[in-house]
């Protein structure tokens, strides 16, 4: 009984990411995600009491998701935390266009300006997240200062907040474009403020 709870949750929160991902929080009815889902109403108010509660749910999955990817592509063993930082800022570059502009990766950008003014927990339930993963990108900045892959780097924790800052800034441009110029602006940035080499351009 629980590995099913647990199945069906998952799926009413996957199936409600993947369409407010797309559409955004506000031009998503319950209907919708009810339908994505395959579930009845009353399985839905059995996991989630509203669906705001389930706006805080589907964020802090997500979060706990990326945080899990980004620790794969940051541990990725026998190379220096530098260049696993740009493994990292290479995801941006090659997931955020899918043809549609938009891309699961994206969802603190198509949310953030929107949950912040509509749901308080919401709001605080991003800004937790991606208080976090610029925690894990600091961490690994430091690393770099350890493995002398980031020599230059005075100080990590206000390195990783710039850099997420400017990737994130990068990304929404992105989905306004419909083009990677501003991630392709976004990498030399990096590049230069890491004081790597421009010629590692992906």
């Given at each position: 009984?629980?590995?099913?709870?647990?199945?069906?949750?998952?799926?009413?929160?996957?199936?409600?990411?993947?369409?407010?991902?797309?559409?955004?929080?506000?031009?998503?009815g319950?209907?919708?995600?009810l339908?994505?889902?395959?579930?009845?109403?009353?399985?839905f108010?059995?996991?989630?009491?509203?669906?705001?509660?389930?706006?805080?749910?589907?964020?802090?999955?997500?979060?706990?998701?990326?945080?899990a990817?980004?620790e794969?592509?940051?541990?990725r063993?026998?190379?220096?935390?530098?260049?696993?930082?740009?493994?990292?800022?290479a995801?941006?570059?090659?997931?955020?266009?899918?043809?549609?502009?938009?891309?699961?990766?994206?969802?603190?950008?198509?949310?953030?300006?929107?949950?912040?003014?509509?749901?308080?927990?919401?709001?605080?339930?991003?800004?937790?997240?991606?208080?976090?993963?610029?925690?894990?990108?600091?961490?690994?900045?430091?690393?770099?200062?350890?493995?002398?892959s980031l020599?230059?780097?005075?100080?990590?924790?206000?390195m990783?907040?710039?850099?997420?800052?400017?990737?994130?800034?990068?990304?929404?441009?992105?989905?306004?474009?419909?083009?990677?110029?501003?991630l392709?602006?976004?990498?030399?940035?990096?590049?230069?403020?890491?004081?790597?080499?421009?010629?590692?351009?992906?």
């Open positions: 009984m629980k590995a099913e709870y647990t199945d069906v949750r998952q799926h009413i929160l996957d199936q409600g990411k993947v369409i407010i991902t797309r559409k955004g929080f506000a031009g998503v319950l209907n919708e995600i339908s994505a889902a395959a579930v009845p109403k009353g399985s108010y059995h996991y989630f009491k509203s669906k705001e509660l389930f706006g805080e749910a589907m964020l802090a999955d997500y979060v706990q998701g990326y945080l990817d980004m794969v592509v940051l541990t063993p026998g190379q220096s935390a530098a260049q696993s930082l740009m493994d990292y800022w995801t941006w570059t090659s997931a955020s266009l899918d043809g549609s502009g938009c891309d699961c990766r994206c969802l603190v950008v198509k949310l953030s300006s929107e949950v912040a003014d509509m749901s308080e927990p919401m709001r605080m339930t991003l800004l937790d997240g991606t208080s976090r993963i610029i925690a894990r990108l600091a961490l690994a900045i430091a690393q770099g200062r350890v493995d002398d020599p230059s780097v005075e100080d990590p924790a206000h990783a907040s710039t850099l997420y800052q400017l990737w994130l800034g990068a990304a929404m441009l992105t989905k306004l474009r419909r083009d990677d110029s501003a392709k602006t976004a990498w030399q940035s990096t590049l230069a403020m890491l004081a790597l080499p421009l010629a590692s351009e992906q």
